[in-house]
């Protein structure tokens, strides 16, 4: 089995940061694409970013210019460094990625649990 497990959620200031890590373990042959989603409060779950295994990455327009998706690939890790907080983009943050394991020849989608991110003065 996979399992996906987040950090670095917490409270921020408007203009603050954050930067969240999801670590992927598990008997693991390959991730593809990872990718960063969150849902608000009373909405549907959203893209916030992704990033492929050979580091073409993709953003939402609400994140662009203010978060920056990235990869460790030895360590199965991947991160989000949030600036310029906004009180909107509070959500619960939840990582994503394709993993392709030992012993399969096709990716399956997983899923973390997920880290709160709230953006309050």
């Known amino acids: 089995q996979v399992q996906l497990v987040e950090s670095g959620g917490g409270l921020a200031q408007p203009g603050g940061s954050l930067r969240l890590s999801c670590a992927a373990s598990g008997i693991i042959l390959r991730i593809n694409t990872m990718g960063w989603y969150r849902q608000a409060p009373e909405k549907q779950r959203e893209l916030v970013a992704t990033?492929?295994?050979?580091?073409?990455?993709n953003y939402a327009d609400s994140v662009k210019g203010r978060f920056t998706i990235s990869r460790d690939n030895a360590a199965n890790t991947v991160y989000l460094q949030m600036k310029s907080l906004k009180p909107e983009d509070t959500a619960v943050y939840y990582c994503?990625?394709?993993?392709?394991?030992?012993?399969?020849?096709?990716?399956?989608?997983?899923w973390g649990k997920g880290t709160l991110v709230t953006v309050s003065s």
């Open positions: 994503n990625a394709d993993v392709i394991r030992l012993f399969t020849r096709t990716g399956r989608d997983y």
């Open positions: 990033i492929t295994s050979d580091g073409s990455t």
